[in-house]
């Protein structure tokens, strides 16, 4: 049972003593059954004794649209502003070659596969388009409240909030604290002003010399009273005026009620951690996945733009990717988490720009491929125009960007997600919405695979293609491709059946799906590698791995002789330790390797910056400098699957954690929507309840041989048959909640 606790609606300023002005303290009495362990989150409070690094000491904060680096600079205190649908969309392809055309049966391209000019220009970029600079040369100790979602320098002289509930920041402070703009040479230098006491900047981003992205500009106001400052941001995509709506809404939250504003902001975080809570015997890895669960939240919300690589753009121009989407993991990754954490309804903006671009995906797969259905390229930029019949520039503004734009696995990579945000919420609406991207993959792929070749055993030579991160394009069966395009016709065929639609593509899909050849095996070393007659290689992405997870095609049911070969290359793969750290992680708890949790916490800690937050690839790696990558708070993700995992629609608990240390969760969620909540202690399952949310057929891997199942609203109890594979299987009702237990 979840006691109820209090919480100060103005804790940090009653903390120092009530200074700054606070007339009175309030405190909010939240009720029982909320978050499930509030201790841990208290715990997980981020301390700073410095802020002068804005790569590694800046203090993340934001409301999953609008977010910010807090940093010291030369005598400041600097929050440097971002937001999420306030990008440079430009694309000039003017210079670009005509895009390549590739021929399946020969696997021959029209022109080499090189990165086009566009790419070397400094946009597409996501910009800091406006900075708050507060005149201050005191102690930067600082305190991050994770629970609360406010930053406190010095015991309380700064006090900063990215305010949930809207696009506002509110800073208390006696310092003196000025607007600016953030001038960067590819845009026009904003327009500031000061209307009636309040500060504003406005700043444009100019729109293609075809017109085809029509531009928009982005309006930031910041009005004060006394110690009270609030900082509003609207862009043109919300308001058709935005300066005068941010400088509307600036001044509607100078005549709120400070005691107001703050006990909203921290009941919606509130809200936010009453969804699941972790309590492990290893604090360190509790306060991991707090943190990074928090910094998820400051990146996104579930109505907002998808957020792209980075959190708080930092460099400009940026040579990270241009802060796109880049679909052969990093996009995937940075919303994959926000499932098992149950916090589903964040994988919206995921979906919705999968869905609005299927157009141009149909569109590239009949111009590069001639083929129907849809191919999605390496990367995505936001604010695509959706048609690009109807766009005027060079190549119908289309950025096909290397040989990596070719690999063939990324539609089915990028359709995990949106396939799993039916298996985990597995309602008859969330399969229509996302059912006609899924048809279109699943159309493509089966068209590609007409055209292969088949060996002398009838399996499809798959390709041509290129292993995600590794030269050249022109290899053959890569693992990546195999393991997507399983998980895609299953998906797909599932799907169908549902809905009883596309039956005769059905047809076509279970034919190919059977002609998927195997995973390559180097015969020399016995490790799985990226491709036919390829060799072990540092890889990148662990293409080799990759059927583990994410594609989820080799489980712990599979049979012992996969097993064993998966986990021996899990066990002997080498990496540069770039974009594999959260892939491996998962595959060696998916297979339940016994390194699992000490490998994992070791690169945890290898990669652990003073701010929380993770680095990209180890210490040393340049372009760790590049910012804070959104795809690293995954890590809550990846150490729930410690705890819980759900592949094949089969529970299984506690499948990677240590017997001999204590555990326990409340309503992680597993597919299916079941929420699950369990506690191991003294190397046992003692406590099991799940909560069905909506119906359906609950598959558990027992944790006991002999098992019984009470009925929360009826108290009626039942003993269940566990199988010959430890499985028991419950018929469950939407809404229900069911108590399991040992049976004497």
């Given at each position: ?339 098992n954490t149950n916090h589903v309804e964040f994988i919206n903006p995921y979906n919705k720009v999968v869905l609005n671009y299927l157009p141009r995906a149909q569109w590239f797969a009949k111009q590069t491929y001639d ?69 279109e993959m699943a159309r493509f792929y089966a068209a590609f695979s007409e055209q292969c070749s088949l060996d002398s055993e009838g399996y499809l030579i798959l390709g041509p293609t290129v292993s995600p991160e590794h ?79 994410p594609a989820e095609q080799i489980t712990f049911f599979s049979s012992e002789q996969e097993k064993e070969l998966f986990i021996n290359t899990l066990q002997n793969i080498k990496t540069n330790g770039n974009n594999s ?164």
């Amino acid at each position: 049972m979840r006691g109820s606790f209090r919480i100060t609606g103005i804790i940090s300023v009653f903390l120092v003593g009530m200074l700054m002005a606070c007339s009175a303290q309030s405190v909010k009495e939240w009720p029982a059954g909320g978050v499930p362990y509030p201790e841990m989150l208290e715990q997980a409070k981020i301390t700073l004794d410095k802020l002068d690094s804005a790569s590694e000491d800046a203090v993340i904060q934001g409301n999953g649209d609008l977010h910010s680096l807090l940093y010291a600079k030369q005598n400041q205190i600097v929050l440097r502003l971002a937001k999420n649908d306030v990008y440079d969309a430009r694309i000039d392809t003017k210079e670009d070659k005509e895009l390549a055309r590739i021929d399946i049966k020969s696997g021959r391209t029209s022109r080499e596969l090189d990165l086009p000019p566009s790419w070397n220009k400094p946009y597409p970029l996501s910009i800091n388009f406006a900075n708050v600079e507060i005149d201050y040369s005191g102690s930067q100790q600082a305190t991050i409240d994770v629970f609360r979602a406010n930053a406190n320098i010095n015991g309380g002289e700064i006090i900063v909030r990215a305010l949930l509930q809207d696009n506002v920041y509110y800073i208390k402070t006696a310092h003196v604290i000025k607007l600016k703009d953030q001038p960067w040479e590819p845009i026009p230098h904003a327009l500031t002003g000061s209307n009636d006491g309040v500060q504003w900047v406005k700043q444009e981003l100019p729109p293609d010399e075809s017109g085809d992205w029509k531009g928009m500009h982005v309006a930031t106001a910041m009005a004060s009273k006394g110690e009270n400052h609030y900082i509003a941001v609207v862009s043109s995509l919300e308001a058709e005026n935005p300066l005068d709506k941010a400088i509307a809404l600036a001044n509607l939250y100078l005549q709120k009620e400070e005691v107001a504003i703050v006990e909203k902001h921290e009941g919606l975080w509130y809200n936010y951690w009453q969804a699941s809570g972790i309590k492990l015997s290893d604090l360190d890895l509790s306060k991991v996945w707090y943190r990074n669960l928090y910094f998820a939240r400051c990146a996104q919300n579930p109505k907002s733009q998808a957020i792209g690589l980075f959190i708080g753009p930092l460099l400009q121009p940026l040579d990270g990717w241009h802060d796109n989407y880049t679909i052969n993991y990093n996009f995937q990754q940075t919303f994959w988490s926000f499932l098992n954490t149950n916090h589903v309804e964040f994988i919206n903006p995921y979906n919705k720009v999968v869905l609005n671009y299927l157009p141009r995906a149909q569109w590239f797969a009949k111009q590069t491929y001639d083929v129907e259905g849809a191919f999605y390229p390496h990367n995505i930029y936001r604010h695509e125009p959706v048609n690009p019949e109807e766009c005027k520039s060079n190549n119908n503004r289309m950025f096909a960007g290397g040989p990596w734009a070719y690999t063939l696995g990324l539609s089915g990579f990028l359709m995990h997600n949106l396939w799993l945000s039916y298996k985990y919420c597995p309602t008859q609406e969330q399969l229509n919405k996302i059912y006609p991207a899924i048809r279109e993959m699943a159309r493509f792929y089966a068209a590609f695979s007409e055209q292969c070749s088949l060996d002398s055993e009838g399996y499809l030579i798959l390709g041509p293609t290129v292993s995600p991160e590794h030269m050249p394009f022109g290899v053959y069966n890569c693992p990546f491709d195999i393991a997507f395009m399983k998980l895609m016709f299953e998906g797909f065929l599932e799907a169908s059946e549902k809905l009883n639609a596309d039956l005769e593509l059905a047809q076509k899909v279970r034919r190919y799906l059977n002609r998927l050849p195997p995973y390559p095996v180097d015969e020399e070393s016995g490790y799985l590698v990226d491709r036919n007659a390829g060799k072990p290689l540092e890889y990148n992405i662990p293409v080799p791995t990759t059927p583990v997870f994410p594609a989820e095609q080799i489980t712990f049911f599979s049979s012992e002789q996969e097993k064993e070969l998966f986990i021996n290359t899990l066990q002997n793969i080498k990496t540069n330790g770039n974009n594999s750290t959260i892939m491996l992680a998962v595959a060696k708890a998916r297979l339940s390797t016994p390194d699992a949790r000490l490998w994992f916490q070791k690169q945890i800690g290898l990669r652990a910056k003073p701010n929380g937050s993770l680095r990209l690839s180890r210490e040393w790696a340049p372009f760790n400098k590049f910012g804070h990558y959104t795809e690293m708070f995954a890590v809550s993700g990846a150490i729930s699957e410690l705890l819980l995992q759900s592949v094949e629609g089969i529970i299984r608990l506690f499948p990677a954690w240590p017997k001999d240390e204590d555990a326990k969760f409340e309503t992680l969620r597993a597919t299916g929507g079941f929420l699950v909540s369990a506690e191991q202690k003294n190397g046992s399952v003692h406590s099991l309840r799940i909560t069905s949310t909506v119906g359906g057929k609950l598959r558990l891997f027992s944790p006991w041989n002999n098992i019984e199942c009470t009925s929360h609203d009826t108290g009626a109890k039942e003993v269940i048959k566990v199988n010959a594979l430890g499985i028991v299987e419950l018929l469950t009702e939407e809404g229900k909640r069911y108590t399991f237990k040992k049976q004497n």
